[in-house]
């Protein structure tokens, strides 16, 4: 167990289903969201686990995740400070021992009457189901246009057709989640990044309601860092097995450079003369542009030489599932 997280009555037998919820001040929703998941899964034929993270809130939060863990289904995972979202459902993730790991929001947004449908579909052959809030109620500047913005661009750099990367509530196989690791705010690259490692992934519409407490705790700043982070899953998905492809290709623009002035010089060289084309800033341009070149081409057989050690243990292996 992590030194920053104390769980509170871990039931004994071995849960069918896990669903995580992270939290971060949200003290009014830790009830009715306890509830809520416990009348969704009335009928469950399997056992299950709730599990809260406390994500190091300042308020109520831990003391009502407390008295929740009363029930014998509920676990209360508490981080010693606020490490973010994607941090929070990783702890989760961690601590979840069911075969089937459901994650869903604290702020009574994502509806936990979604989760049996959620899990049928899991059960069709799917390692991930992915939520869609075809009837988002969320305001319009602040949250609808830019997740369609990032939704869109996620969809065409990564060419994983998912139409709401951002929704939480999304089912998982368990092996699945042992093949992906999260960090950053990459929790809503969860289907890219299972998409890399050959997970069979698929989408449906949830509900989806307005945040009755509390306040959202996104705005529009985060956009810079989901470009960020876009722009690194997209090395991770595509050169994380090949890496001097992509510095290779970094190359090329500088190495395109390096030949363009080497042309402008033996251009003045031709028209200028000797004396005065030596003066000129061309050649040192070049052989710069150059050696950034040669860099980059460098650093790519390092980084292949550095993943050959590990390439044995890697989970590039795409998930199978067996049928007799």
């Avoid at 979202?85 to 009574?108: C, E, K, N, Y």
């Avoid at 009755?212 to 989901?226: A, D, F, L, N, Q």
């Avoid at 000129?280 to 550095?306: I, N, Q």
Wanted: aromatic content about 8%; overall charge neutral.
């Amino acid at each position: 167990m992590s030194p920053l997280a104390s769980v509170l009555d871990e039931p004994t037998d071995t849960p069918e289903l896990s669903v995580v919820a992270p939290l971060f001040n949200e003290w009014q929703n830790v009830r009715p969201l306890v509830q809520w998941i416990l009348e969704a899964l009335a009928t469950f034929p399997g056992s299950f686990e709730i599990i809260l993270v406390d994500d190091g809130s300042g308020d109520d939060t831990w003391n009502q995740v407390r008295a929740a863990a009363t029930n014998p289904r509920v676990v209360g995972l508490r981080l010693g400070q606020n490490v973010g979202q994607t941090a929070a459902m990783m702890a989760g993730f961690d601590h979840a021992r069911g075969r089937i790991v459901v994650s869903l929001d604290g702020d009574l947004q994502n509806d936990p009457r979604d989760i049996p449908a959620l899990i049928a579909k899991l059960d069709e052959g799917y390692d991930l189901v992915c939520g869609w809030r075809r009837q988002r109620q969320d305001k319009l500047l602040l949250r609808k246009i830019p997740s369609w913005v990032a939704n869109r661009l996620i969809r065409r750099l990564t060419g994983v057709p998912i139409t709401d990367n951002g929704c939480s509530l999304k089912a998982y196989r368990r092996d699945l989640l042992d093949r992906i690791a999260l960090y950053a705010e990459q929790h809503r690259f969860i289907p890219a990044l299972s998409a890399s490692v050959g997970a069979r992934i698929a989408e449906m519409p949830v509900r989806h309601h307005a945040r009755r407490y509390g306040e959202s705790k996104y705005g529009i700043s985060r956009t810079v860092k989901v470009l960020i982070d876009l722009l690194t899953l997209k090395m991770i998905t595509t050169f994380k097995s090949r890496p001097l492809v992509g510095f290779a290709l970094a190359a090329i623009p500088a190495l395109f450079v390096a030949l363009v002035f080497g042309g402008l010089w033996l251009f003045s060289l031709t028209h200028f003369g000797i004396e005065k084309a030596s003066a000129l800033v061309f050649p040192g341009a070049g052989l710069l542009s150059l050696g950034v070149a040669f860099y980059l081409f460098m650093l790519g057989l390092v980084a292949e030489v550095a993943l050959s050690s590990e390439r044995e243990g890697s989970f590039d292996t795409p998930a199978a599932a067996e049928i007799r």
